[in-house]
């Protein structure tokens, strides 16, 4: 089994800081890692995945992510935040053979003016 | 291209009483989860179906049974309803491969009073 754990549970910034989200997993087996993020009143969207190859990942909204195998690490990242970046945001594992997705509590991103 | 479509958006029942909830896919998927999300929470994997049969379960009692239609819809049946089943109910739907883009849909908000 594997279980994620999302270091902090709120992360307030102001508009154009970088910020910094950790996600640690546990696994036995090989996984798969996700990022995703839910805006208020609305479902989960991907915002990116790590499978195979390249550790750092990106998306279509300047976020990343680096997979680290030995600190078992996904931390999201993003150099210059927009307010309307303020949402909830869900770190997610599954096992490489399965399709369950394991997910951490979320960490609330706030972007202040 | 319509997401994933999820009905009602929002209700409330009674404790001990049932409730189905009910889910399209998306466009040519044809696998199906439902997850459950407690205010504050992330979301819990409950069951997958796959070719109308349930596939891999979560850690959820046999009050949660599911269903899954030729055309791939879904259906969440929960019965002997308690108050801690008070949650967002969340489907998602892929294609069956592993590390396949898994998309939500908005949700059902159940209230058991």
């Known amino acids: 089994a594997q279980s994620v754990t999302q270091l902090d549970s709120q992360v307030p910034v102001f508009e154009e800081a970088p910020v910094e989200l950790r996600c640690n997993y546990s696994?036995?087996?090989?996984?798969?890692l996700f990022w995703y993020v839910q805006y208020p009143n609305q479902g989960l969207q991907l915002l990116l995945k790590?499978?195979?190859?390249?550790?750092l990942v990106e998306s279509i909204n300047g976020f990343e992510a680096e997979f680290n195998k030995s600190q078992t690490s996904f931390h999201l990242r993003k150099p210059s935040v927009h307010i309307s970046d303020t949402a909830e945001y869900f770190c997610?594992?599954?096992?490489?053979?399965?399709?369950?997705?394991?997910f951490g509590k979320g960490t609330s991103l706030l972007v202040t003016p | 291209d319509a997401g994933v479509t999820q009905s009602p958006t929002h209700l409330i029942k009674t404790r001990g009483q049932q409730v189905t909830l009910r889910c399209s896919p998306k466009?040519?998927?044809?696998?199906v989860s439902w997850y459950q999300q407690a205010l504050g929470q992330g979301p819990q994997f409950i069951f997958q179906?796959?070719?109308?049969?349930?596939?891999q379960r979560g850690n959820f009692p046999d009050r949660f049974s599911g269903h899954q239609f030729p055309n791939y819809s879904s259906e969440l049946n929960v019965n002997a309803l308690l108050l801690g089943d008070s949650a967002l109910y969340l489907c998602?739907?892929?294609?069956?491969?592993?590390?396949?883009?898994?998309?939500f849909g908005e949700g059902s908000w159940l209230t058991v009073v």
């Open positions: 998602a739907s892929s294609l069956r491969s592993p590390g396949n883009t898994i998309y």
């Open positions: 696994s036995s087996v090989s996984v798969y």
């Open positions: 790590y499978l195979s190859g390249s550790t």
């Open positions: 997610a594992v599954s096992e490489s053979s399965g399709y369950a997705l394991n």
């Open positions: 466009s040519g998927h044809d696998t």
């Open positions: 179906y796959y070719e109308e049969e349930e596939r």
